[in-house]
């Protein structure tokens, strides 16, 4: 390839004094191919012209000690606005193309249908029919031409498309009236019959199908358009003391960030100042605004509801979770469930074998045909080439996806491809982690019973201070529990782990020992009928722990991982349909058991090791079970990877994007039924545009080559058949678009 | 029957030159490819590459036609959104040896990538 003096913008980082300016520019210039380079120091960025490719300037900045990268990806806002602009200048241009067809098309049908006699007998006719000719070659010239440009190329490139059904019908019309016209005689004389209306009108109809198939078109992107909308399109960056408000695609890592009141979150981020509320809705459907402080991240394209703040950017550009999810949205609209693979077989070879029908057609009229049989023949041939509509069956499977995929990501949940829809909406078994996907995931100090002691907050305060620093769960729901109740932790001593039994250590003076039955044994602290009140604890899918002061037992501080507020009535959705819910848990039984029945859960297995859960997957299949699995994406990872469809529950914009099949950005449950729903609604929406496009086409063919003359004397205008075929495709597009307004929580 | 001969003869046609023909490929050792997406086609629509070449595919779509606007390359699990008059790159390393077909939503616009 000839290099071409292109100009390249790159985006510097670590510039921090103009001085910068001088070296970076001295070190793109002396690149091979750069003819100058010219930095902005006040947005970090340096505009390079040349034949240099962006690699090289990037390395020779990289050169001199500071890093860039190359700024050419325009943000999708504007991709969308400009995509937008091109479809309403397409949209203007194909309507103009319709007007001029049907202002001829539609007063010489109506002609033929009133006179009924497009017949050429006399030189007056021949010279009238003759002008009729020529505008209409102006038709096909002013608004089909693209469909003849279109054929052309694509029969040197050895392919046939939509083009060239059209081309090759409205063509045969034309030149077979132009022959009429021009040499009568080699013509029979009943044959002598013009066509110049049905090449205007299905220029005119399929151009009118185009435009409206566009505007359709349209609202199948909507739910991307949405997402996108919510990027912000510029930041307030903080840079040498002073607020600069740069395009959002030219905020750095590291780049200090204020956000105001109202103003929407630029990139990623952590907090480096200020309190505020984040209203995080649009991405994770969580309705109640999220409290941020120091350290706490905050993510692009999320509303900032109250205070001020200042945040360092630690994802920016395509790298923040928003640009990650429209990216994997955009890529999940575009592929194919399995269903459509046969329709993608069909259409590769759709065109050829329909110009096949065709000269078949056209050859069973003129050796069985009635007189005339030319003219039969013709118009047969025509109207198969045109009433053929690869179109509608190349459509039915993409609209319908773009559409379903657009309503789940609206949902909260993203669909990785169209297999996986596919296969969502044939799950017959569920399987859930415990804790996390039922659960919060985050245990909870839900019961003190006192034994010998009289105060419950002396009892958190040095339980409390005893397990402060350990990383255990149920130690850190202890701590937690005392930070809540506003309790001062103590300083303790002598802190030793007894692995298995639980922990023990000096505070104030007082001998602590908190932990199991066993600890209490082995260090003689009797619990007497206490253990009964553990066991009901247990049964209540609760851990009962023991804490013993100065060698008596001083309480019974029991912990639970609180099942999820809207957990249940979201299984009961999965059951209602059918699906069988199993719980998996690597907890105990009796905890199993109590999680289980709160959760409406009749089947469960407990004391599940993370590989055993693959292997419960795996038995599960053998027994032809189409089975999802559902997890935090971390711990089950080979058990995800092994179901026909993994769903990792994302909390909140923390989301395993990759890990899994679906992703639930929310921790609800709900986002599994919905997913199910909206995959079983958009598979129902291909297999009736499938079908429709399929028996359209089976039953439209035969029927233009004539297939009913014989037993009915019908034989189908090839008009009527450009306005089906234009309307065929606009009829999948609106069909998927009446997805749009499937609600699946109904479902 | 000479009609018939002739229709047969067409048909024979357009299974030679849409089925059979085998079109000459562009051949290319450069990284960069750039293919034009107008009037129907993708030009060039049949691209060879060698085994362990990294190649960037540039798509400069012209066609207004909203059928252009995606190309899906399956059998690496690649779809992209061609913007109108712009240059889309899709970078590729270590593609498989074999034919990779690139095409629109549709099937109309169909292209081939042999790597040898």
């Known amino acids: 390839m000839s290099a071409e003096v292109t100009q390249r913008q790159l985006v510097i980082e670590g510039a921090g004094c103009a001085s910068c300016v001088g070296k970076i520019e001295a070190a793109l210039k002396q690149t091979p191919g750069v003819q100058n380079a010219e930095m902005n120091f006040a947005d970090r960025t340096v505009l390079v012209s040349g034949t240099a490719d962006s690699q090289l300037l990037v390395q020779a900045v990289e050169s001199v000690g500071y890093n860039a990268k190359p700024f050419e990806d325009k943000p999708d806002t504007d991709v969308v606005d400009e995509k937008e602009a091109a479809d309403r200048t397409y949209y203007k241009k194909l309507m103009r193309d319709t007007f001029i067809a049907l202002s001829l098309g539609i007063p010489l049908m109506t002609y033929s249908i009133v006179v009924d006699e497009m017949t050429v007998e006399t030189n007056v006719e021949r010279l009238l029919w003759l002008a009729v000719g020529l505008l209409t070659l102006g038709v096909m010239f002013f608004s089909g031409r693209h469909f003849y440009i279109g054929a052309w190329k694509s029969f040197k490139n050895h392919s046939a498309n939509m083009d060239t059904l059209i081309a090759l019908g409205t063509g045969t019309a034309w030149f077979y009236s132009m022959l009429v016209v021009l040499v009568p005689e080699a013509v029979p004389l009943m044959a002598r019959h013009v066509y110049f209306e049905a090449t205007a009108m299905i220029i005119g109809l399929i151009d009118l199908g185009l435009a409206l198939e566009l505007k359709a078109r349209g609202k199948t992107s909507e739910a991307i358009k949405r997402l996108i909308g919510l990027q912000a399109k510029t930041a307030t960056v903080i840079r040498d003391n002073k607020e600069v408000q740069v395009a959002i695609e030219q905020v750095l890592f590291n780049d200090v960030i204020k956000v105001r009141p109202g103003e929407k979150v630029p990139v990623d981020g952590v907090v480096v100042e200020g309190h505020t509320s984040i209203d995080e809705s649009m991405l994770t459907g969580e309705p109640m605004p999220v409290e941020k402080s120091h350290d706490d991240e905050v993510v692009a394209g999320t509303l900032n509801k109250s205070g001020m703040f200042l945040f360092k950017a630690t994802r920016v550009g395509k790298d923040t979770a928003l640009a990650q999810i429209i990216a994997m949205v955009k890529r999940a609209q575009n592929s194919k469930p399995p269903i459509g693979r046969l329709a993608d077989v069909i259409s590769a070879y759709f065109v050829p074998v329909v110009m096949i029908i065709s000269v078949l057609s056209a050859l069973a009229w003129l050796n069985f045909g009635p007189e005339p049989a030319l003219a039969f023949a013709i118009v047969s041939a025509t109207t198969v080439l045109i009433i053929a509509c690869p179109c509608a069956l190349g459509l039915a499977t993409p609209m319908s996806v773009m559409v379903g995929v657009g309503k789940a990501a609206e949902a909260g949940v993203l669909i990785r491809n169209g297999e996986a829809l596919q296969t969502a909406s044939k799950i017959s078994v569920m399987i859930l982690d415990k804790t996390g996907t039922i659960t919060e995931g985050t245990p909870k100090v839900t019961d003190i019973i006192l034994a010998n002691f009289s105060d419950e907050k002396t009892v958190l305060q040095l339980a409390a201070s005893l397990e402060n620093g350990s990383e255990h769960p149920l130690a850190m729901a202890i701590v937690e529990s005392a930070h809540d109740q506003g309790i001062e932790l103590l300083k303790t001593e002598e802190f030793n782990a007894i692995t298995g039994m639980g922990v023990e250590g000096r505070c104030e003076g007082k001998a602590l020992l908190f932990g199991n039955s066993k600890l209490m044994a082995s260090k003689g602290v009797g619990i007497g009928n206490y253990s009964e009140k553990a066991q009901t604890l247990a049964k209540d899918a609760k851990t009962p722990m023991y804490f013993a002061v100065d060698g008596q037992l001083a309480a019974i501080i029991a912990v639970a991982d609180p099942i999820k507020p809207d957990s249940v009535s979201a299984i009961k959705r999965l059951q209602a349909n059918d699906i069988r819910v199993i719980m998996l848990t690597g907890d105990n039984k009796e905890t199993a058991a109590a999680v289980a029945k709160k959760a409406a859960i009749s089947e469960f297995f407990a004391e599940v090791l993370p590989e055993d859960k693959a292997n419960k997957v795996h038995e599960l299949q053998q027994q032809r079970e189409v089975v999802g699995m559902t997890g935090d994406g971390i711990n089950d990872a080979p058990a995800l990877a092994l179901a026909d469809v993994g769903f990792a529950i994302g909390t909140g914009t923390d989301v395993a994007i990759e890990s899994a099949d679906i992703t639930l950005m929310r921790g609800s449950l709900h986002g599994l039924a919905d997913a199910i729903a909206v995959s079983k609604a958009t598979l129902r929406n291909i297999k009736q545009n499938l079908f429709g496009a399929f028996i359209y086409n089976v039953a439209g063919i035969p029927f233009a080559a004539g297939v009913l003359y014989p037993f009915f004397g019908v034989l189908l205008s090839p008009v009527i058949a450009g306005a089906a075929m234009a309307f065929s495709s606009l009829t999948v597009v609106s069909n998927a678009n009446r997805l749009r307004l499937f609600k699946a929580k109904d479902h | ?116």
């Not at chain 2, 606007?69 to 270590?94: A, G, K, R």
């Open chain 2, 1 to 116: 029957m000479i009609i018939n001969i002739v229709g047969l003869t067409g048909i024979a046609l357009i299974i030679w030159w849409f089925w059979l023909y085998k079109p000459d490929q562009t051949v290319t050792e450069s990284n960069e490819i750039l293919i034009e997406v107008k009037n129907g086609v993708y030009s060039p629509a049949s691209i060879q590459v060698n085994a362990n070449q990294s190649v960037t595919l540039k798509f400069l779509r012209k066609d207004e036609s909203p059928c252009s606007e995606v190309l899906l390359i399956p059998s690496l699990d690649i779809s992209e959104q061609l913007t109108l008059n712009e240059v889309t790159p899709i970078h590729l390393e270590n593609v498989p040896q074999g034919e990779h077909t690139f095409h629109c939503q549709m099937q109309m616009y169909r292209g081939v990538l042999t790597v040898v």
